[in-house]
Each structure stands twice: as structure tokens, then as C-alpha cells.
């Protein structure tokens, strides 16, 4: 037979009642919060502290103190909450599957696959939003969006990520740079270029290839914010920058020259891992089909 205590069946309602307490200090101002008589309050942690068998706050003249029990509850009970909102959210996301937000980034086109969920899925809501560089990652984790196709490198924690194709990567110039006559182009040949440089500096790293297999440092460009900027400086020919080679660039005065030698451009689709909503999975297997060949690179953990 187990010596194990008989489980204790927490009221969420009550740990919030404690928690109001102990952010307060006293109980008068914890029951005008949360819009309960201070008698009723009182009666609440009691039978609070007797589920637990343990005393969780002391009245003092100043007010109320948490005693050594209700200091270690305390971070528990805020976790307990925590998981609760977290594991209602995801219920909610999981019983009202018709409704989806795919997010996309600069110079990717999600639209057949787009067009082709909503085919397969007539009575589903789905949006599109266009997401800033920075964006994916915190997108995703606060569920302003429920997938995103998109590039790396971003971080990944809490994701799951699956490559879905490459892009080799080009040289944006304009058409009168001496280099924009070349079928190809390597880094020795970029290696007296200025490029233009990135807030991030994950993706500063990679997009100018910075540092280089050498160890050398590639040249620095103007900061850039806006697309519109780097292309403007770029057509004036103060900085050249690396690009998708696939990336519509919609003006004649500039031209891509592909690079070699370097490593290529992974487009992505990344969810929330473990996220098991009906649509979310559709897109997922969309995505895989109607842009080339997915490969996973970090797996969902077991649930």
C-alpha cells in the first residue's frame, strides 16, 4: 500500500484569491480588487489553508505578511495559474479550429497554398499577415499568427521548424556596376563591396556572410531599416547587399547576379510546437506539397 498523501484538490479560485493577497499585502485591498466582501476573503483563505494544511498568511498591525509556507506557494501558485490560462488558451485553439492566421515575410508567396486551404476547407476563416524581420518567433509564441513561412535564422525555442525549400543566394547591384555583366559571381569577387548591414544580428551574420570561411570581415555598408532605403542606396551605388536569388526586386535600374560557393537560403514553416489545431496541421501539409520537398529540422517535443 502507498504511503503517498491523498491528493489535494486545488479551486483555481482560491489561488487567485492568495495570490491577490500576497501582491497586496492586506486584505482590504486584495477584496476591493477582486470585487469580494473582506469577510468572504478571509473565509476563502481559510479553507484555502486547510486544504494544504498549512498556514499561508499572518495579520500583522502593517498589514498581512506571507509566512515561510505561503513564501514557497506563492511561485507555485503563479506557475498553477500560469498553466491553467495556457491550457484553457490551447483547448480554445483546438475546439474552434475554423479560423487561422498564416504569417509570411518579405519575398514569400504563400498564396496557392492560401488558396488552396481555403478550397479545401470552404467554411474556415483564414488570414494573411505580413510580419517584420524580428517577428516570427515572438508572432507565433504570443499567437498573433498560427504559422509562418519564412527564413532563417530566427530563434527557434518553442517551435517547430521544417524546411520546406532553398534559395540560392545573389548580389543586388545595379545594372551599371562593373560585376552586373558576370553569369556568377564568388566571394573573392564581393570582397571589396560594401554591404548594407542589419539591426539583427543573426541575420546581419548570415545575409552578408559576415565573417567569411577566411576569417575576413565583410566590408560595412550603411544601416538599413526599410527596404525602400537599402534599395535606394543600393540604385545610388553606395553599397551592394545579398539577396534571395528568387527576390522580386521591382526596379529596372537593379539586377541580382547569383553567388556561388555559398550556402543557401532556407524558407520555412514554422508553428508552435505541439500545435495539434486541425487547420494549422492542413497548412502544414499544403505547404510541404505546393512549396518543394519539407524536411524537419526541429522536432515537436512528445506530448
Known sequence: MSDAPP?????????RYFLAVAEHRHFGRAAAELRIAQPSLSRQIRSLEKQLGARLLDRTPQGTRLTTAGEVFRP????????????AAETRAAARPSRIVIGYTTNIIVTP?????????????????????????????????DAVVTRL??????LHVTVLYDERRALLIPRDHPLATRASLTLDDIADEPLTRLSDPDWNAFWRIDP???????????????????LELIAAGKAATIV???????????ITVPLTGVDPSHVVLATRAGERGRLVTAFGKLAADLLPGGRSVQEPPET
Open 113 to 145: 497554398v492560401v488558396r488552396e486551404l481555403a478550397r479545401l476547407h470552404p467554411d474556415a476563416e483564414i488570414h494573411t499577415r505580413h510580419l517584420d524581420l524580428g517577428e516570427p518567433a515572438p508572432a507565433l509564441l504570443d499567437r498573433r499568427v
Open 244 to 254: 534571395p536569388a528568387t527576390a522580386a526586386v521591382f526596379r529596372a535600374d537593379l
Open 7 to 15: 491528493p489535494v484538490d486545488l479551486e483555481l479560485r482560491l489561488v
Open 212 to 230: 567569411r570561411p577566411d576569417g575576413s570581415r565583410a566590408p560595412d555598408g550603411p544601416l538599413i531599416e526599410t527596404l525602400e532605403d537599402k
Open 76 to 87: 507555485r501558485a503563479e506557475s498553477l495559474l500560469r498553466a491553467a490560462a495556457q491550457a
Open 153 to 158: 535564422p530566427f530563434p527557434t525555442a518553442g
